[in-house]
């Protein structure tokens, strides 16, 4: 599936992935009522591959006895030149039970 945006790689860049970016994931977080949002700077990883963190606390539905659960979604920016970004994700939620076992990557 290919998406079209009105904006170049390094303008979505710039407004989407950068540190303090004005529409960020932390930013996108606080818009779906999550709590506890900390987000770190962009940093290399052991393979030298940009790398941050999102803390945060979601709201849940349809979990009995929890109405919350501590989630951590971590980013590697794999690939960005001119004309592409290629970025993984990983989402784990840390307090449902058994979720420790699976994550979900995107």
């Not at 940009?50 to 979990?63: C, E, H, M, N, T």
């Not at 951590?72 to 840390?94: A, G, M, P, Q, V």
Request: no cysteine; glycine share 2%.
């Amino acid at each position: 599936m290919t998406f079209t945006f009105p904006m170049t790689v390094n303008d979505f860049y710039k407004y989407f992935l950068k540190d303090n970016a004005d529409f960020g994931f932390d930013v996108f977080s606080r818009m779906m009522d999550r709590r506890n949002i900390e987000m770190d700077d962009w940093h290399p990883n052991d393979d030298n591959i940009p790398y941050k963190l999102l803390k945060s606390v979601i709201p849940l539905k349809g979990i009995p006895f929890l109405k919350s659960t501590r989630h951590l979604k971590s980013f590697k920016l794999t690939y960005k030149d001119d004309t592409k970004i290629i970025l993984d994700i990983e989402n784990r939620s840390l307090d449902i039970p058994y979720a420790d076992i699976f994550y979900i990557h995107e």
